[in-house]
């Protein structure tokens, strides 16, 4: 995922609502129980959700039902979210921090640093990182294939020299941000999802 307005259209309703019965049910969503709760017909939910997952805002499974949606993932993507008790995927760096961020979680970011490798783990209380450093965050600028140029490279690194080895390797397109800011941003980005959220429960 990567910055974004408010959802004030179909398409961004339908990527929030999903992200909220993902998050609650933590199973498979199908079309029809995301039509109902946005409160669209199944025809033209059907129609933007297969938009929006040739767009990588969400995946779906073999029998089209909704399995990751803004970032959040059942299986899909390298970085792992735990929010309580329920484990996640995501599909970059910065989707972990933004969504245990904006949900105000207590939760767990498990991932490598892009350069070496090296575990990382981040604990949240309440959506605040419980350090600011010395890791970093590669925002990564993005361009039309989100999940290619956007999720793919935006990472975590272990601290300053591997952050900016990783920022000459993408040719400077992005900028290194600290956790603090980086769970600050994200939770902005992902407020419509967690409204979404609260609306749900
Ligand atoms: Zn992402
Ligand atoms: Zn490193």
Request: charged letters at 20%.
């Amino acid at each position: 995922m990567r910055p974004l307005l408010p959802a004030l259209d179909a398409a961004g309703l339908l990527r929030e609502a999903g992200f909220a019965l993902l998050l609650r049910y933590r199973q498979p969503i199908e079309v029809t129980d995301l039509a109902v709760a946005v409160g669209i017909d199944v025809a033209s939910a059907g129609g933007a959700v297969n938009a929006l997952a040739q767009e990588g805002w969400v995946d779906l499974d073999e029998p089209g039902r909704i399995v990751g949606a803004a970032g959040l993932s059942l299986a899909t993507g390298p970085h792992r979210l735990s929010l309580g008790d329920a484990a996640f995927r995501t599909w970059c760096a910065y989707d972990s921090l933004g969504i245990a961020a904006a949900l105000i979680a207590d939760g767990r970011v498990e991932t490598n640093c892009g350069q070496c490798q090296a575990p990382i783990r981040l604990a949240f209380r309440a959506g605040n990182p419980e350090r600011d450093g010395p890791d970093r965050l590669w925002l990564a600028e993005g361009g039309a294939d989100l999940r290619g140029s956007f999720c793919t490279p935006t990472v975590l690194l272990c601290g300053e020299e591997h952050g900016n080895a990783w920022a000459d390797s993408q040719g400077g397109r992005g900028r290194l941000v600290g956790l603090a800011e980086a769970a600050r941003l994200g939770a902005a980005d992902w407020a419509g999802c967690a409204d979404a959220t609260k609306r749900l429960s």
